[in-house]
């Protein structure tokens, strides 16, 4: 069969199988005259062509019907057409799985074949476009006919489907690299040192001390809202020392103010800020140990990224499933792997489990499960509000992705039933975040709607009843993609929190359509990880650096993604937001450690504000002069009054932490911290202020509800263009 497959695909033949549409078979031989015609380069035609297989697959995903499929035509019983939201996790158990995902990873080979970014890449290791030709075909036929293991149907499938269309492109680009290490070391020079100092096989021999501590793993797992953390943090409570790693500073801080406050002392490290114990209690010295030399209770308190290698009694790792994140997923992996803890706790997700118990068996460690189950109860509605913004209700929590829709859902919500929304979203800083809960928890604050995003999902409580999604699909800044169980179920656990008086949850949906895949999701366990990330050492990037002299530090970091080798079980973390602030202080004249501090540094790069101080805090490094934060950041000086305006602050107020968090990694240069914290509190006083005020341009009365979110907004767009001159003028960038 897949000699068949291999054979058909050279000839061109696969259509005539019938196993793949002809739509896709076109778009593969689309002719160069075509895409010049379309306006395109070869790249952009390539990025069009994939996205367009990845929606086929969403499409055409034929497969046996499974249990709790929704069935889109009565008497279709053989095959179903399986979309959202099982897409993000399609299980590939059955033998018609296999033999459409061989069809499909032959799709992508395909593509690899013919993608100019690939073959850019091939060349940056002196491969030419002949020998590219030659050994691609190689590779594809060695993958057809299932000589490769590492691209069997079985284990590309999840990937394509799970991480979607870069990450695949990346893994298959890495393979080709292993292969010609393999088959033709001639073909890149230096392929088997290259290899060597890019492998990162084996994480957990980074911290050889770790490894000589007798560790004890404990996971406690289950539901939102089981009391998971709660557990987990009466032991440290109880520790003689011990540190809670989290995923957010705002959680970080919860923890510290919760020690601090029952008498223990406890210090607090995030990105960006850091405060010391307080050892001014009688009979304390500074050093932690009390005057008669017994040492005392220290617990620190940082966000995941910051966790110390030192040596506790009791370590907690929060939201463990996070060790899967493309992004973040190292920082969870490094806390797991290194933490000399005698206890780890680790809380969060059932689906983590089977990982874990993988890496610690191979540490040799054992792991204590101990599972919870949701304190109250939350159940999926069976009845939409079918678009009728009037049937909110107070204590109400409207879920949308889109920070434009945001604002125009509360306003609607003002507007058609005079109750007052608070507002959270991921852009906003936590301190706000946290202000615009407590108003919505406070019952006499005069707020009684939230409209939030995902960003309520971790770390914040809140006294839902009802959760509301809008749409239950996300835009992931290639495409639109459904939302993973994980996060419906996280967010829609929000409602009924114990304890905040609102014990009893319900989850449903805005329109009638997405009900049952709502359900589908809350019924359903999200499936187990299947790897966790890993980050390379600063160490082998330098080396790695030695090899390609005058190499710009942006393309080195893709290069060593292409040849690193990383064991099963382990995914090297994407490097697609750092390679962006690579690019951004490429001219700059900063060593490879400093350059490697930089692209770590926590920023949104799609923020114009943000990423022209970075570019400016950085050549105060590459200079060697101090940087001071009133120099670069210039808050505007009125209150916002549109949440274009809004958003300009919010920029502001990240390029402030930006500064904090570089403070710490070069205290030599970022020399006015104070400022820069008065700063800060400035800036959040004028967006909790601004806020209060806000108010949509749009008149919501005269809008159908459907249209609410989204909807063009004239008034709005003049705003836009007048904050964006302001910010071109602000960065001094000409129109
Ligand atoms: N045994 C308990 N006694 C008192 N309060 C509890 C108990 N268990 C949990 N809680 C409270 O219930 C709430 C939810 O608990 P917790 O945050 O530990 O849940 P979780 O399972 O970690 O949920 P999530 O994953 O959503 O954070 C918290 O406010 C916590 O303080």
Redesign the pocket.
């Known amino acids: 069969m897949n000699r068949v497959l291999a054979g058909a695909l050279a000839a061109g033949a696969l259509r005539r199988t019938g196993a793949v549409p002809a739509v896709c078979h076109r778009q593969l031989h689309k002719s160069a005259a075509c895409r010049r015609q379309a306006g395109r380069s070869s790249d952009d035609y390539g990025n069009a062509r994939g996205k367009h297989l990845i929606k086929q697959l969403a499409e055409l995903q034929i497969r046996r019907a499974p249990e709790d499929a929704v069935p889109k035509r009565s008497g279709d019983t053989k095959y179903t057409r399986v979309t959202h939201p099982m897409f993000s996790e399609w299980p590939h158990d059955s033998k018609i799985d296999a033999d459409f995902a061989r069809v499909q990873r032959q799709l992508r080979l395909s593509w690899f074949k013919q993608n100019t970014e690939v073959r850019k890449r091939c060349a940056n290791f002196g491969i030419d476009s002949s020998t590219f030709v030659e050994w691609s075909d190689r590779f594809a036929q060695a993958a057809g006919a299932e000589e490769i293991e590492t691209l069997r149907a079985e284990k590309l499938v999840p990937l394509l489907i799970r991480d979607g269309r870069e990450a695949f492109g990346d893994y298959i680009v890495n393979q080709f690299f292993a292969f010609l290490g393999d088959k033709a070391p001639h073909v890149v020079k230096n392929i088997g040192y290259l290899r060597r100092i890019t492998d990162l096989r084996h994480p957990h021999e980074w911290a050889a001390t770790t490894r000589k501590v007798q560790r004890r793993i404990i996971m406690h797992v ?10 987990a943090l009466q032991r440290l409570q109880q520790a003689a020392s011990g540190v809670y790693c989290s995923p957010l500073r705002l959680l970080a801080y919860e923890v510290y103010d919760r020690m601090t406050r029952a008498g223990i002392s406890c210090s607090l490290m995030t990105g960006e800020d850091r405060r010391l114990a307080d050892f001014s209690a009688p009979g304390l010295s500074p050093i932690g140990m009390s005057i008669n030399g017994e040492p005392v209770t220290q617990i620190d308190s940082c966000t995941i990224e910051m966790a110390p290698n030192k040596p506790y009694n009791v370590a907690v790792i929060d939201e463990i499933q996070m060790i899967a994140d493309r992004q973040r997923g190292w920082a969870w992996t490094n806390a797991l792997l290194n933490i000399p803890a005698a206890e780890i706790h680790l ?1 969060g997700e059932v689906s983590a489990v089977p990982i874990v118990k993988q890496i610690c068996a191979s540490l040799d460690e054992e792991v204590e499960v101990r599972e ?1 189950a949701r ?1 109250g109860a939350l159940h999926t509605s069976n009845k939409a509000l079918q678009g009728d913004w009037s049937k909110v209700r107070r204590g109400d929590c409207i879920v949308s992705f889109s920070r434009k829709a945001i604002y125009d859902i509360k306003s609607t919500i003002e507007s058609k039933t005079g109750l007052r929304c608070a507002i959270i979203y991921g852009g906003l800083p936590p301190e706000a975040r946290v202000e615009q809960a407590r108003l919505f928890n406070d019952p006499n604050s005069g707020y009684d709607v939230l409209v939030a995003s995902d960003a309520i999902g ?1 770390g914040i ?1 809140l006294s839902i009843k009802r959760v509301i999604f809008v749409e239950l699909s996300k835009f992931d800044g290639g495409s639109m993609r459904p939302i993973s169980v994980s996060q419906t179920r996280q967010i829609g ?1 929000r409602a009924g ?3 905040s008086g609102a014990e009893a949850g319900e989850v449903t949906t805005m329109e009638s359509k997405d009900l049952k895949h709502l359900a589908l999701s809350m019924a359903k366990q999200p499936p187990a990880l299947a790897a966790v990330g890993i980050k390379p050492t600063t160490e082998a990037i330098e080396t790695f650096s030695h090899q390609f002299p005058g190499v710009p530090f942006s393309q080195l970091w893709p290069m060593f993604r292409d040849v690193a080798t990383v064991s099963p079980g382990y995914f090297l973390c994407s490097f697609h937001e750092q390679e962006k602030i690579a690019t951004l202080v490429e001219h700059l004249p900063l060593s490879v450690r400093d350059r490697y501090q930089f692209i770590y540094a926590p920023i949104n790069t799609r923020s114009p504000i943000v990423c022209s101080c970075l570019a400016k805090y950085a050549a105060a490094v590459a200079h060697g002069t101090e940087c001071l934060v009133a120099q670069v950041v210039k808050l505007p000086p009125k209150l916002p009054t549109n949440r274009i305006q809004l958003e300009v602050f919010e920029q502001w107020h990240r390029a402030i932490t930006l500064f904090m968090w570089l403070s710490f990694h070069f205290p030599e240069t970022y020399v006015e911290l104070d400022e820069a914290m008065a700063l800060k509190t400035d800036c959040e006083r004028m967006i909790t202020e601004g806020l209060a005020t806000i108010r949509s341009h749009k008149k919501a009365e005269g809008l159908s509800p459907k249209a609410a979110p989204g909807a063009k907004d004239t008034a709005e767009a003049a705003g836009k263009a007048e904050t964006k001159a302001r910010i071109r003028e602000m960065l001094g960038i000409k129109a």
């Open positions: 289950g539901p939102t809202n089981s009391g998971k953390t709660y557990h809380c919870y304190l971790m409580n656990g929190r114990f304890g």
